[in-house]
């Protein structure tokens, strides 16, 4: 069954994960009455274009059926017409994630990948690997960096940041090894915080992240 994993929680809104066993032929048939618009990807790699349709599928099923309400803005932050909803999407191999909720929000999901290793000095910080190495090997803990900051990104929706330099995982927060702290200092000197949750789901690594409020 295709849909893996749904569910609401009180910080980060509601989460949907859904298997794409499906080919695309499936997702542009169920997305015949959504009113997308599909011409501009069919020069896209197939790939890409599974990812899209698979996305727009969720969009369509769980927060909004008619897909010309749909925007992507400069950042390429997704929007809904006259909703005030904030909304995110992740893919990765076999998977693809959103998250819906009332305040700025981020997903993303990982399969495990050299690559990520490979790059990892441009996003970690030792004192990252610290926090993290109560309960997760550096492997794992690359992943999971990768994978909040990412998310921090999406929620932010402003703009480039620099992972390794302006976002932080400070923390983690409560007694569990699941959610942590995060810190986004930017270049112009704003400061945002976040809630992130850290999960692994059968070979994914799944993030979330919210927006705290100021004090």
């Known amino acids: 069954m295709p849909l893996i994993y749904?569910?609401?929680?009180?910080?980060?809104?509601?989460?949907?994960?859904?298997?794409?066993?499906?080919?695309?032929?499936?997702?542009?048939?169920?997305?015949?009455?959504?009113?997308?618009?599909?011409?501009?990807?069919?020069?896209?790699?197939?790939?890409?274009q599974?990812?899209?349709?698979?996305g727009r599928f969720l969009v369509a099923n769980y927060?909004?059926?008619?897909?010309?309400?749909?925007?992507?803005?400069?950042?390429?932050?997704?929007?809904?017409?006259d909703q005030d909803i904030h909304l995110s999407l992740s893919h990765t191999e076999g998977l693809v994630g959103i998250q819906i909720a009332h305040g700025p929000v981020g997903i993303d999901v990982q399969i495990d990948t050299d690559k990520i290793s490979r790059v990892a000095h441009k996003?970690?910080?030792?004192?990252?690997?610290?926090?993290?190495?109560?309960?997760?090997?550096?492997?794992?803990?690359e992943r999971i960096l990768w994978s909040l900051k990412e998310c921090v990104y999406k929620a932010f929706g402003k703009g480039k940041v620099n992972y390794k330099s302006e976002i932080h995982l400070t923390e983690f927060a409560g007694d569990g090894k699941q959610h942590v702290q995060l810190r986004l200092h930017t270049k112009s000197e704003e400061v945002y915080s976040y809630h992130g949750r850290i999960r692994f789901i059968g070979p994914y690594c799944v993030a979330q992240v919210s927006e705290q409020e100021s004090k």
């Open 6 to 48: 749904s569910e609401k929680h009180q910080s980060f809104g509601k989460m949907v994960l859904w298997s794409v066993t499906e080919n695309q032929a499936f997702f542009e048939t169920a997305l015949k009455k959504s009113h997308l618009r599909m011409n501009h990807i069919n020069d896209w790699h197939p790939r890409r």
């Open 50 to 54: 599974l990812e899209w349709l698979s």
């Open 63 to 81: 927060l909004c059926p008619d897909l010309s309400k749909l925007y992507v803005d400069q950042q390429g932050k997704l929007h809904i017409t």
């Open 123 to 141: 996003f970690c910080n030792p004192s990252e690997y610290e926090i993290l190495s109560h309960h997760y090997t550096r492997k794992e803990s």
